[in-house]
């Protein structure tokens, strides 16, 4: 799903919810700034594939709440 249409209309305090949990909508858009324009969940070992034109990354809740 595009990471874009996630956080359409969302300030940057909520939280997005997405199958088994929820994210900060600032987390997300501190992604797409990376270049991250898609995420994939896979809810058996609770981690998130992200990719865009020229990276992708696989990162659980808790490395996305707290990335720099």
Request: positive net charge; proline residues 3%; contains cysteine.
């Amino acid at each position: 799903m595009r990471i874009e249409d996630l956080i359409a209309g969302k300030k940057d305090q909520e939280e997005v919810k997405i199958n088994w949990t929820s994210l900060p909508v600032a987390a997300l858009k501190k992604l797409m700034k990376d270049g991250y324009d898609y995420l994939s969940f896979y809810k058996e070992n609770r981690t998130f594939s992200l990719w865009g034109k020229n990276c992708s990354a696989c990162f659980t809740e808790q490395q996305i709440r707290e990335r720099p």
